[in-house]
């Protein structure tokens, strides 16, 4: 079936270096597609959105890039910091319904 | 600033027994979701509501799983006869605007433990 993936289950990044965090999807039919930041015994934080007809959108130390020709989708992260320790999400979902498909996750571990 | 709210924050029951998970979405959202995540995992769609009735269910959400909105803000999410397997984090979500791209924001969630 389509679903969502990462690339990677864990990342461990240095403070202060850039962080990138790799995605995969495959259900054709998404236009939508979101980061999210998950800390322990939370719910999924909103990082940063983007929709297809873009293919790069930047927030405050983060951006996110779209390749709809592979079906790529990437988060980076700008100066590391303790506080990015987290499992981040990416999901994706068609304009008609918004329903969110998530893939397994990323750990991501800031080394001091 | 506005927030999805969720109680219990934990909840234990023994299996075959009835739970109602409670939300309270932001209040001029219109788009109501329950996910699921069990320990370890993804985290799963099991339903949407929109205008008072169901817009779309995932296979996980069977007759024993039921949604309403029984005022003007609450949001609940009841499992009539729990299993074991149903042991999980229950996260609500809200959505706004029609017929937009935007965001959903999610409750805290309940962790539900069924023995």
């Known amino acids: 079936g389509e679903s969502v993936g990462l690339h990677l289950p864990t990342l461990s990044v240095q403070e202060g270096d850039n962080s990138i965090i790799n995605c995969a999807y495959s259900?054709?039919?998404?236009?939508?597609f979101i980061w999210y930041k998950q800390e322990s015994g939370k719910g999924p934080q909103f990082i940063i959105d983007?929709?297809?007809?873009?293919d790069k959108r930047q927030g405050q130390r983060v951006t996110v890039l779209l390749n709809k020709t592979v079906k790529h989708l990437s988060l980076q992260i700008a100066a590391t910091q303790p506080g990015d320790s987290a499992v981040y999400f990416c999901a994706e979902a068609a304009s008609n319904d918004y329903k969110l498909s998530f893939g397994a996750g990323t750990t991501v571990t800031v080394r001091a | 600033e506005p927030e999805v709210t969720q109680t219990p924050s934990h909840q234990v029951t023994q299996m075959g027994q009835e739970v109602i998970l409670r939300c309270v979405p932001i209040s001029n959202h219109l788009y109501f979701y329950w996910y699921r995540q069990i320990l370890g995992q993804k985290v799963e769609f099991l339903v949407s509501?929109?205008?008072?009735?169901?817009?779309?269910k995932s296979e996980i959400f069977d007759d024993q799983f039921s949604v309403e909105r029984p005022d003007g803000s609450n949001f609940t999410l009841k499992i009539r006869s729990t299993k074991l397997e149903d042991s999980a984090m229950y996260f609500c979500?809200?959505?706004?605007?029609?017929?937009?791209?935007?965001?959903?924001?999610f409750g805290p969630g309940t962790r539900l433990t069924v023995l």
């Open positions: 979500a809200s959505r706004g605007l029609a017929g937009s791209y935007n965001e959903q924001f």
């Open positions: 509501f929109y205008n008072n009735e169901i817009s779309e």
């Open positions: 983007i929709r297809s007809n873009m």
């Open positions: 259900n054709s039919a998404s236009d939508y």
